[in-house]
């Protein structure tokens, strides 16, 4: 009997040794709890790539280009009247009616303009009163218009005044407008709310001889674009007579004149080409721009949002015209070359023979045009 209790507490004892070792085992050290799989190292915090340098934000959602934004809405309604001189194929009418549409388009039919183009209600010099007393809103129109108020716009109508020619001419427009619009205000009641390209001013046609120099010139009577220039070439030994260009055909056609000078494009679009015989295009030799202008009290009176409209839908045109009109042109002068005795002068030719020959014209420019001549000779020096 002591025998089996013995037995049995020797069972008893190893029963208990066996779970204590059981409890006293680690509880199979958790997995190491996997050492948590370093919480599977929250994937690593994949660097944030460095917060990928913020890609520079991408400058400002990358300055909104300024014409991209789009305009404030405008509230009241606008009825316009927008005239334009050149023929209707003439690629700165294109750009007019461009800037037409803009306007609408950008105003969600607010701005409505009743465009008159290729000189359907007026001629070149008959636009300026109408402007200025209000009866048309907007127009384009030459330089040469508005001398009587700032002597100073004939800037286009000085052969050899910018040396950096046409490139150059695009740099300053903006500034030029700076200087022209205050005083355009002030004395002409209109506003100038951007240019239109015409591009080349430097073809001369005639029906007596081609002209290969300056000297050429003398005795003929000739077109003269503006007074400005019809006394460069009178200091030729030409006859000037400015007349508007629409004018010329007829008076090429019955001799009136012997010759005109202009653009290559008028001397196709106006079909002067059908009355000349000799043609000479001096490369470079000038280049015009149409000022836009829109009556100042019609300006005045516009909401500031649809002025930013009418701004941003003349930017657009300018644009548009500036684009082309180098292209048109060598076009223009392609088709000069078959329909008349055509003769091309080089830039190098322009630069060396003919643009000394408006000294005398460019220095009488500057003393007309008073201080702000000063300040056109000023940014010429500084973008030449």
Known sequence: MIK???????????????????????????????????????????PAPAAQPAQPAKPAAQPAKPAAAAPAKVEKDYELKMVGIMPMAHFSQKAMQLM?????????????VTTYLGGSLYKDKDEVEPLRTGAID?????????????????IWDVGGLFPGGWDQKLKVLDELMKVFDPELQAKAGVKQ????AYGDLGTLGNNARPITKPEDLKGLKMRGISRRMAKWQESLGSSPAVISSAEVYTALQRG?????????????????????????????????FFYIHMNKKRWDSMEPAAQQIVLQATREAQESANKVALDEHKKAVQVIAQKTQFVQLSADETKRVWAPT???????YF??????????????????
């Open 138 to 154: 907007i127009s384009s129109h030459t330089y040469s218009n508005w001398n009587a108020y700032v002597p100073a716009t004939e």
């Open 100 to 112: 037409a549409d803009r306007m609408k388009e950008l105003s969600g039919g607010k701005i409505k």
């Open 367 to 384: 003393k007309d045009s008073g201080s702000l001549g000063q300040q056109i000779k000023q940014l010429i020096d500084r973008t030449s």
């Open 4 to 46: 089996r209790r013995s037995v049995v507490a020797f069972v008893a004892s190893l029963v208990g040794l066996a779970l204590v070792a059981c409890a006293a085992q680690p509880a199979a050290p958790a997995k190491p709890a996997e050492p948590a799989k370093p919480a599977a190292a929250a994937p690593a915090p994949v």
């Open 193 to 196: 709310i951007g240019w239109l």
């Open 256 to 288: 009136t004149v012997e010759g005109a000078m202009s653009g290559s494009t008028t001397f196709t679009d106006r079909k002067w080409i059908e009355v000349v015989k000799h043609v000479t295009n001096v490369d470079g030799f000038a280049h015009m």
């Open 358 to 364: 408006t000294k005398a014209v460019v220095e009488e």
